[in-house]
Every structure is written in structure tokens, then in C-alpha cells.
């Protein structure tokens, strides 16, 4: 059996999705080296910084996530860290692609299972 | 710990502005973090592979921006007008990388060539010298029609007098150029190369010292303090770069000099082995005018021209009798002394010139070559797309449309290229400076300066705008109809593929031919007997101090001992010196030239110019064997009677005595004394490979000889060994240095090494163009072989009905082969006219070879014919696919 989900939010690419995963788990700790580390951690490959940084740019013009600079470091030669924040809209449309995800993967998920048996 | 710069540099570049702060200090932080974590070698991997897979990315980011911008400005409308077409191309590109690499790597090669020569020629004749208002410095000498000498120096007086009247110079300084010894400071006695400079000398080039003052004009006269001043490499070498040198003295030749300044790096003139500059003494007031031994370097005033200089000096020179007595000695039959006024860089340059200019244009050959070999490939690449063409005009995309889908493709081969050859530049030019430096002046200075960039930039732009209309000629025509057509047919482009490979040939043709005639004016120079043998011999240089060696019997006693101390090594067959040793330049700097009077017996004495003035040891012309012809040489211990001083001299000179030399009495100019002819020895190349046998007089260093206006203290001496020569050298040092540690043993090189850098400058050139030749002609003839191939491979459907018509393989060869061979003897003919024309340009650089040997031209054109007939032969073995089954195919 198959649900309808309403989907009109924007598509968006599986590395676009995984950085919107990424932002909900980091909170307020979402930056470009955290972004990447937490989805090296997930899948196990070392993931491209500038990647992620593509992936952001095109969340923030489709308002489902917003940049704030943080405060300037030190380390950074006086430079702060450009942080990414989830916008409600972005949870929102989170929300969407995981129960998209789940309807899609439920009948799946039982049929291999069962073969495998 | 910093990330790889270069792949810094490009995310830099790459990265959108508003994004690449926080980017770049992400990446830092994360390389931070894998250093600690995984060492610095890791790290730096790590980093390179970010850098290499961001590329993609960083193009998104782009392209959003523009995509999303309301007001794009015109580049960035021009990016987003191309961007589809150039992605486009690039990936028609990647789909084919067997023409892809050989189009890039073809015009990459020739690219590489031209930058490479276009740098060297920029370094050497375009940029100015490195003086302040350079184009103002002139070179100022005489020439004496009289006397056959087209260039010749300055002289004391000349310079006094010239410098006062002249109404055109703001500045005039003499030079010339010696060689000294430094001692003391604790470190080995070393021996450098020294100009002795007028006052003005700095102030007339404009060269600031980088530490302490150099004297301007006014410290003048014979008696003002003697000071010197050390060029950069001394100065780091010998004194550890200590500034504080500057106003302590340090001794030369065994005499304290106060150190003045110390020069910048780079500055080096009259010679860029010159390390060491000490004021002379000049007396403005001279009343002689003197021998023409100075260079000499003057300053215009602004807006004075090279020939109103000169007009002004020459209306001073015919004025000279008037002031000195002795300048009459210049002129003769009637002809005076004339004034010689050139750009100096003309003069630095020299005759290097035309064999850069021979290098740019077979570069400027090669690149041609290389367009028509890559512009086949392009007009078989078009062809091959002619339906996709076709179908794309019936859709309605635009001539222009198409042109620019042909230009993007053209574009990425030229930047290929391009970087192909920015890479291969640098190091072949570093390469190129360190052995070229010998012969080849302000080699040093070569870099790929802004100028450099530009032209790379201007021959690929070009290259990609000729292959691109290349392209599109082939396709302008294209129709939907042609969708439906079969490909073999059409005159015109069989036409133009052939004009290409015809080009192919007859430029592979002109090179070879242009290399031929180098290569056996190179053998020609290789085989040229010298006069003397130059294997398994060791030279070396001594310079005696004046103190404890002021008496000529002083001197030659230390000869005399070393040698027979250096005779007793195992392994040395024979041992000599000599003032000068033949190509090792020094007759050039000694300044040995001279003159000399003839006895004749019952007439006036008759005066001959420019006598090579030598003195040798016993032992000498056995250690270089130079063959002693009539009379002999001598022996350690020779005596002989007081009255008379023995002389030999070379062939050449003993014909120029006339009847029998031996016995013959002549003297030096300057010295009156007889001396007697009592033997002749072979002819010798002195000067350069190329110069004349030149006329020598070889006085014996016996320690009973006559003192003579040359100085003896300064020998090079030649060691014959029946092993390695250099496994001496150790033992030369003892030797030398038992005898008297004072003396410096300098210039330890092989009499080999003297002999090749004496022919390196033709080496040098030979191998370029050589180079570039076969290069020439293995791009040529793989251009062929593809012509030929791609001939076959289209008309396969015709060959095969043939084929199934009866026709054997060998009567389908005969057919594809006609045009071929007919192609092939007309791209001969016209790059063996082409030569014919051209090889005049290298006319003055051949040696022993006319410049239309036919021999050359036969040679050159049966090779290229060959090469030729195994390509089109090659192409020919494509017809074992063609059979009978492939007519019933659709074409």
C-alpha cells in the first residue's frame, strides 16, 4: 500500500538532503568543517568541504536554511565563522523528505526481508 | 604548518567571493586538524584532493550566482552565454581522448617552443640592459680603415680628449680587464677577473651600490687612493655578505685596497665574469694618445641619436693629429682613424642575435606545422560530424551558433596546449640558462616576464580562431539533406585535407633541410683540424706575485721547477705552459695582439700588425702537439749565445716572412732588441673555432730569455696524462703550493672543456633547430600516415564494391597511393623551394657549407620522401579490413 505525500517543496539533490539532516542533528553548532565531519562520520567517505558549501549556498536562496557569522576568532585572523541555522521552512521541508523517505522505503524494506529469509 | 600554496591559490581563485573567507578557513582548520591527526604528508594529500574535488562544486556555486543575479554584468553574461557551449565541448573532448591528446600534445610541443625561444629573444633583444635609461648607453671605440680593423677600442688620450670637446655625451668612462689575486683573510688564494675603471665609470652606467659609495667624477687623477669595489658574488663567496667590509682593505695582487662598495646582484660589465672593479689612475691632462686597449662606455645626453653621436666624435677624431703625435701609428695609406659609436646593447648582444632570430622562426615553422597537423584533425573531426551538423541547421541553430560550439572545442585544445607548455617553459628554460651561460650573454636574465605570457596568449588565441574556422569551413554548408548522404564524395575537402598534409611535408622539409646545413656546418667545425690535440690534458692558470718574481729568470725558474716536479707524476706523458693556451679567450683579454718589425736586409724594416705574441715553455708544444715543422724547440737547459734571442714562429707567419724564415730576424714594436727566427711549428685556431690559423711568435721562458713587454708571471699550463686528467689535479695543488704557497693554481679545466665551450655556441644552435626538426618531421609524418588512414577508412564502401567487383588489394593500393605520392612530391617541392629561399637567413651561421648544399637539400628531401612513403604505406595497410561483405553494408 502506497500514501500520497504532498510534495511542494522544492527537489532537492541526496547531498542537498544529508546537509539538511546534518544542520537539524549540529543545531546551533552547523558550520562548514562540522557539516563535513558529521557526514564523513555517517557514510564513511571523507566528504568534499566545498560540496557542502554548494549544498548550503542553494538551501539559503530556497529559505530553508539561513547564514549568521559568529564571533570573530583569533585563530581565523579576527574572521568568524559563517555559521547555518535550519529555518522553519527547512524543518518543514525535512520533515516531508523523511516521511517521503520512509513511504518509499517501507514496502522495500519488508520485501527484502522477507526474501532474505 | 600551511596548506600546499599552489592548490590554496586556487580554491582562492575559485571560490565565490562572498563564500571563500569561510571556506578557506573551514579548509584550514580541517587541515590543522588532519596534521595533528595523520602527519604532515597526509595532511597535505588530504588538502590536494579537497582542492581536486572542490573544482565542481565551486563551478556550481558560480553558476547559481549568475543564474540567480538580477542585473548579471556583461562577464558574467558572457559566461553564462559560453559556459553551455565550452561544457559542451569539454565533454565532446573527454568522449574522444585519442584526438584530444594528440591535437593538445601536438600544439602543446610547438607552443612550448615558441614561448621557450620568445622568452630568450625578449630576455636578450628586447629588454633593455639593466641600467638606468639604457637606450642612451652607447659603446664608443674606433675602426681603422687603414689598417683592415673594423672594431677597435678606445685609447687613454682619445678618451681624455673626446670627453672634454664632445658636445653630444653627458658622461664618457674607459675599461678594461685583468686578472688578480686575492689573498689573506684566512682563506685560499683565489683568482678573479678585474676591471680597471675610469671614475665615471658607475655614474655613466647608473648603477647604485648596495652597500658604500662608489666614486663619482671627481676623485680623478693619478693619484688618488686606489680603492675597489666587489661585485655580489664575491662579496657573499669570499666575504660571508658582511657589510661591514666596506671601508676595510683586503689584498690584491699582494697590496692592501680600501673596499668602496659593494655592487647589487646582477650587475656585472664590462663581462659577467667580472667580480671585481678598481679605480685607475687616468691623468685627464695625457699628451700621448696610446695603444686602443680600453673598452670604453658613454652616456648620450636626451634626444642625441647614435649617429649624431658619432658625427660629433668623428669630427673630434680628424682633429687628433693635431693633439697627439703618436696617433699617426692608426692610420695608413691615407685612411685616419675614425670614431665607432654603437648601442650598447648591440655590442652586449653581439652575434647572437641571428641565431636567436634563426631559433624563433624554426619555432614560428614548427608552429605552423603543428596547426596544419591539428587543423586535419579538426577537418576530419568535422567531417565525421557532418550529419550531427546538418540535423542541428535544420533545427534552426545559427552559422554563428555553430562557430562558436567549433571555437569552444578549438579553445580547450589551445588552453591545453597552453598549459602544456607553461609547464614544460620554466624548467627547460632554467635548464637552458645554467648551460647556455658560457655563450650566450644575458642568458641569466631570462624569465617568462608579462611579455612572454602575452605571446603564448596571442599564438593560442590565434591557433584556436584558425582551427576553429577550420572546422566550420568544413561544415558551413552542411544541410539537412546531408543527413541522408553518404561521406565519400566531395572534391573540396579531399582537397583541403591534402593542401594541409602537403604543408606538413614541405614545412618538415624546410626545417630538416634548415637543420642539415647546421648540423654539417657543426661537423664542419667538429672535424676542422684545430692545430693542436686537445685529449687527456689538464690546464690550469698561475699568476706569480710581483714580489719575489719581478725578474724575468725569477719566473721562469718556478716554471722550470713545477714542471719538472709535475714530469715525475705517474701517469703524465708531458707537461708545458704557455701566455696563452689556443680558444681559452685569453689572447682576447691580454690583449696579446701586437706588432711586429721585419729585418729586411738591404731595404727599410717592414712593420706587420696583429702578431700573436706568445711565450711557451720547453715542453709545451709537445704537450698540445703542435707539430714542430723545421728548426726545433727547446729543452730544459737549453743555452744559447747571448747576442741573438730564438725565436719561433707558426707557418702561417714564416710565409708571411717570405724565402726561408729560419734564420730570419725581426722585434717587437715596442722592444728593439733582434730576435732570430730558428724554428717553425704548425698553425693554430686561437681565437674561435671558426677564426683563421692565426700568425704566432713563440718566445722560449729559458731563464736566460730577454725580458719582453708582455708579462711572463702569468702562464696556463697544460698537462698531458695517460689516465683520467682530472685524478691530477689534487697532486698539481701540492705541487704548487710546496713550491710557493702565495701562488693560486685557477682555472683547473680540461684542454676538452676549453675546445667544447669554444664550439658550444654552434652546438647550441645546431641542437636547437635540430631539435625542432625532428620534431618536425615526426609530426609531419604522423599527420601523413593519418590523412592517408582516414582516406582509406572513407571509402571503404567504394574499395569494397570493388573489391567485390574483383579488384585485387593491390590495384586499390595503386589508387590510394597516386594522390598520396603525388601530394607527397609537391609538399617536397615546395619546402625544398621554401629552404632554397630561406636558408639564406643562416647563411652567416655556416661553416664550411654553402647555403644551397645540394648535398643537404638531397639528403634532407630523400629523408622526409622516406619517411613520407612508410606513413602513406602504413595508411595503406588499413585496405587488409576492406572485403567484399562490407559493399552489402550501408555506407
Known sequence: MTRRIKTEAPDLTAVEVRVLIALARL??????????????????????????????????????????LGSPLPERGGRAKRHYLLTPRGREVLKREHDLAMALWRGIVSGTSESDR | MTPPRWSRRLLEILTRADLRDALLDDLDEAFARQVAARGRARARRWYRRQCVRSVPSLMALRRQSIASSDAPGLLARIRVATGPAIRHAFRRLRATPGFTTAAVATLGLALAANLATFALVDAVLIHPLPYADADRLVDVGHWTPGLGQARAGQAHGGWTFYRRENRTF???????????????????????NISMVSPDFFPTLGVAPLHGRVWGGDDEGPHAPLVVVLSYQLWTRRYGGDPAIVGQAIEVNGLPRQVAAVMPAGFAFPTPDVELWMREGFDPNETRFGDLAYGSVGRLKPGVTVAQAEADLNALASRLPEQFSDVRQWSRNGAPLRARVEPLKAVVVGDMSRSLLVALGAAALMLILSGANVANLFLIRSERRLRDTGICRALGASPWALFLTNLAESSLVAAGGGAFAAVLVPAALRLLSVRAAQFLPRVDETHLGARSWIWLGLLMVSASLVLAAVAHWRSRHARA??????????????????????????????????????????????????????????????????????????????????????????????????????????????????????????????????????????????TVRIPIVRGHWFSPGDRFDASIIPIVVSQSFARRLGGDAIGRRLHHVDDPRWCTVVGIVGNVRDDDVRSDMSDAVYVPVLDQTFSNPFNPSTMQVAIRVSGRPE??????????????????????????????????????????????????VLVGMVGLYATFAYTVSLRRHELSIRVALGATIARLAADVARPALVLVGAGLLCGGLMAWLASRAIGSLLFGVGTHDGLTFVLAAVLVGGVSLVAIAGSLRRLRFVNAVQALQPE
Open chain 2, 481 to 622: 539533406h546531408d543527413v541522408g548522404r553518404g561521406l565519400s564524395a566531395s572534391r573540396s575537402r579531399v582537397a583541403m585535407r591534402h593542401t594541409l598534409a602537403a604543408v606538413q611535408v614541405a614545412l618538415a622539409l624546410a626545417l630538416l633541410v634548415g637543420a642539415g646545413l647546421l648540423g654539417r656546418s657543426f661537423w664542419n667545425l667538429i672535424t676542422e683540424p684545430l692545430g693542436f690535440e686537445s685529449a687527456r690534458i689538464e690546464t690550469f692558470e698561475t699568476d706569480l706575485p710581483f714580489r719575489g718574481y719581478s725578474k724575468f729568470a725569477d719566473v721562469a725558474r718556478f716554471y722550470q721547477t713545477m714542471l719538472e716536479r709535475v714530469r715525475a707524476l705517474p701517469g703524465v706523458e708531458a707537461a708545458g705552459a704557455v701566455s696563452d693556451l689556443p680558444l681559452s679567450g685569453y689572447t682576447i683579454k691580454r690583449y696579446l695582439n701586437s706588432d711586429v718589425v721585419i729585418d729586411r736586409p738591404g731595404q727599410s724594416p717592414d712593420e706587420v700588425r696583429g702578431v700573436r705574441w706568445k711565450l711557451a715553455t720547453p715542453g709545451y708544444f709537445e
Open chain 1, 27 to 68: 543545531g546551533s553548532e552547523a558550520y562548514g568543517v562540522a557539516i563535513a565531519d558529521e557526514l564523513t562520520g555517517v557514510t564513511g567517505r571523507d566528504t568534499s568541504i566545498a560540496a557542502v558549501y554548494a549544498a548550503l549556498d542553494r538551501l539559503d536562496r530556497l529559505g530553508l536554511a539561513t547564514a549568521q
Open chain 2, 170 to 192: 653627458t658622461s664618457m668612462a674607459v675599461y678594461n680587464q685583468n686578472m688578480v689575486n686575492l689573498t689573506g683573510g684566512g682563506v685560499a688564494a683565489e683568482r678573479v
Open chain 2, 727 to 776: 685524478a691530477i689535479v689534487p697532486d698539481i695543488r701540492a705541487i704548487v703550493s710546496s713550491i710557493d704557497s702565495k701562488v693560486p693554481v685557477a682555472d683547473v679545466q680540461t684542454l676538452d672543456a676549453i675546445v667544447a665551450r669554444a664550439r658550444a655556441r654552434d652546438a647550441f644552435i645546431a641542437s636547437l633547430v635540430g631539435m625542432t626538426a625532428a620534431l618536425a
